[in-house]
């Protein structure tokens, strides 16, 4: 589904009082969708960068120089593929924070 199509149906629900006691279910689908979407694009992305680099540092001959460079695109492909996959398991939550 469309990213743009979820931001419409969020904005164009149907909001009353129940927002602030249960909030509305539209909302929180949409923003449970779009969260998930993002996180394992993101997630799966970066799982593949860091496929990459380890592929990079095992098998390439890279010099001493340029070693400490590779470790830490790896160090932070890991940091953020954790990032996004945390968003990914938690959207559920992160929807009842942002409703």
Request: glycine share 8%; charged share 10%.
């Amino acid at each position: 589904m469309n990213i743009k199509l979820l931001a419409f149906q969020a904005a164009a629900s149907k909001i009353d009082k129940n927002i602030y006691n249960d909030g509305s279910d539209n909302v929180n689908k949409a923003i449970i969708k779009i969260v998930k979407y993002v996180g394992g694009v993101g997630a799966g992305l970066l799982t593949l960068a860091i496929l990459i680099i380890a592929l990079v540092i095992i098998f390439a001959s890279i010099s001493p120089k340029n070693v400490g460079t590779a470790w830490k695109a790896l160090f932070s492909c890991l940091a953020g593929a954790l990032l996004f996959y945390s968003a990914y398991f938690l959207a559920p939550s992160i929807a009842a924070i942002v409703s």
